[in-house]
């Protein structure tokens, strides 16, 4: 198989099929179709003996009720141990079990049946989205958008009733970041292992056959655009309610509670942040169909007219529309409420957000990705 063979001279070789060796990063990166199972094996069994433990009497149960300043908005959360606990570790048993066979496949290098393929591939994709998706709340999102004042939050504490970041970021919440994790790795494991079955390039993803006309670079940026379009239109929502509160306009809350807002110390200066963040997130959007996102532009004077590495814009990117969906999911199943729709209502967009940035950001490596350095295809 062609996959295969690709798979088993990079191991043996420790380097791309062409090319000039790259970096430790994008070394150890373009190697995620032979780490992501054994990966995702790994978490399955840790997580899962984590839930063994808690079955039976231990503490730290992250979906027990606790005091509201301590709970998560996970569709788990509160739930009986004595019921969550024996299925999750029940069902980690069973991915454990999965992911072997996948690495089996992997390393064996086998033909599978047409039904067992299937079979696999619905139970990694279902068992990624659960993890990625279904469990987690906007826990993610917070985190993407405070990362650049985390570290001042950490001397200063958190505006408001809140001590420092254990206040933020605790347990119940941390345990949220772990599961979302272990999406990504099985979903990491599940795409290799498409690829691989298909005897497709398990890195590009290009096989024998011809590629689609959609992912034409000229096709790719026409439905691109589309996408960007999409992303920025769906931000505006959340933007214009932040804004109206800051200046004093009740915009989808009400009077009470704007007055709530604007009595707690730092909040109104962090919903008027968190907007401009989002407007400037939008902006910066353009550049997945635009030059500036593929030549450094004038106004990024330390590298004006130097190429952009596609990695600078798609890892942004990507965990950006990665993050957006759990918080969009979780506002969801808060339901709506005609006279406070203005604090969860604009968060329902999340999810279209989410999908046409990773659409975008997809139309943008279409178009940058060039000749695979693995494969040697392109």
């Given at each position: 198989?062609?996959?295969?063979?690709?798979?088993?001279?990079?191991?043996?070789?420790?380097?791309?099929?062409?090319?000039?060796?790259?970096?430790?990063?994008?070394?150890?990166?373009s190697?995620?179709?032979l780490?992501?199972?054994?990966?995702?094996i790994?978490?399955?069994?840790?997580?899962?003996?984590?839930?063994?433990?808690?079955?039976?009497?231990?503490?730290?149960?992250?979906?027990?009720?606790?005091?509201?300043?301590?709970?998560?908005?996970?569709?788990?959360?509160?739930?009986?141990?004595?019921?969550?606990?024996?299925?999750?570790?029940?069902f980690?048993a069973?991915?454990?079990a999965?992911?072997?066979?996948?690495?089996?496949?992997?390393?064996?290098?086998?033909?599978?049946?047409?039904?067992?393929?299937?079979?696999?591939?619905?139970?990694?994709?279902?068992?990624?989205?659960?993890?990625a998706f279904?469990?987690?709340?906007?826990?993610?999102?917070?985190?993407?958008?405070?990362?650049?004042?985390?570290?001042?939050?950490?001397?200063?504490?958190?505006?408001?009733?809140?001590?420092?970041?254990?206040?933020?970021?605790?347990?119940?919440?941390?345990?949220l970041?772990?599961?979302?994790?272990?999406?990504?790795?099985?979903?990491?494991?599940?795409?290799?292992?498409?690829?691989?079955?298909a005897?497709?390039?398990?890195?590009?993803?290009?096989?024998e056959?011809?590629?689609?006309?959609?992912t034409s670079?000229?096709?790719?940026?026409?439905?691109?655009?589309?996408?960007?379009?999409?992303?920025?239109?769906?931000?505006?929502?959340?933007?214009?309610?932040?804004?109206?509160?800051?200046?004093?306009?009740?915009?989808?809350?009400?009077d009470?509670?704007?007055?709530?807002?604007?009595?707690?110390?730092?909040?109104?200066?962090?919903?008027?942040?968190?907007?401009?963040?989002s407007t400037?997130?939008?902006?910066?959007?353009?550049?997945?169909?635009?030059?500036?996102?593929?030549?450094?532009p004038?106004?990024?004077?330390?590298?004006?007219?130097?190429?952009v590495h596609?990695?600078?814009?798609?890892?942004?990117?990507?965990?950006?529309?990665l993050?957006?969906?759990?918080?969009?999911?979780?506002?969801?199943?808060?339901?709506?409420?005609?006279?406070?729709?203005?604090?969860?209502?604009?968060?329902?967009?999340?999810?279209?957000?989410?999908?046409?940035?990773?659409?975008?950001?997809?139309?943008?490596?279409?178009?940058r990705?060039?000749?695979?350095?693995?494969?040697?295809?392109?």
């Amino acid at each position: 198989m062609v996959g295969a063979v690709i798979e088993e001279r990079e191991a043996r070789d420790g380097s791309p099929v062409t090319g000039k060796g790259p970096g430790p990063f994008r070394r150890f990166w373009s190697r995620w179709p032979l780490w992501s199972a054994p990966a995702a094996i790994a978490w399955s069994v840790l997580y899962g003996a984590a839930h063994v433990y808690w079955a039976f009497g231990g503490a730290g149960f992250p979906f027990a009720r606790v005091p509201e300043d301590r709970a998560s908005s996970s569709v788990l959360d509160p739930s009986p141990v004595e019921v969550v606990a024996p299925v999750f570790a029940a069902f980690c048993a069973a991915a454990a079990a999965v992911g072997a066979v996948m690495l089996h496949q992997q390393r064996t290098g086998r033909a599978v049946s047409p039904g067992r393929r299937r079979a696999l591939l619905v139970f990694g994709w279902l068992t990624a989205g659960l993890l990625a998706f279904g469990v987690p709340d906007y826990t993610l999102i917070a985190v993407v958008a405070f990362a650049p004042v985390l570290v001042v939050f950490a001397f200063t504490g958190i505006p408001g009733p809140q001590g420092g970041l254990e206040d933020v970021l605790y347990w119940h919440r941390d345990n949220l970041i772990i599961v979302f994790l272990g999406g990504l790795l099985w979903a990491l494991a599940t795409l290799a292992h498409q690829r691989r079955t298909a005897d497709r390039c398990t890195s590009c993803g290009r096989g024998e056959r011809a590629a689609a006309s959609w992912t034409s670079p000229e096709r790719a940026l026409r439905w691109g655009r589309t996408a960007v379009w999409i992303a920025v239109l769906a931000t505006i929502p959340y933007d214009l309610t932040r804004l109206a509160w800051y200046f004093g306009l009740p915009l989808g809350i009400t009077d009470e509670f704007l007055k709530e807002i604007q009595d707690t110390e730092g909040m109104l200066e962090i919903g008027l942040g968190l907007g401009i963040m989002s407007t400037l997130g939008s902006l910066l959007t353009h550049g997945l169909v635009s030059r500036w996102g593929e030549v450094w532009p004038r106004w990024v004077w330390f590298k004006a007219g130097g190429p952009v590495h596609p990695l600078t814009a798609i890892i942004p990117a990507s965990i950006v529309s990665l993050a957006l969906l759990p918080g969009s999911m979780m506002n969801f199943r808060s339901g709506f409420d005609p006279e406070m729709w203005g604090t969860n209502t604009p968060m329902f967009f999340w999810g279209l957000w989410g999908l046409a940035l990773g659409a975008a950001t997809y139309s943008y490596h279409l178009r940058r990705r060039g000749e695979c350095g693995i494969c040697g295809r392109g």
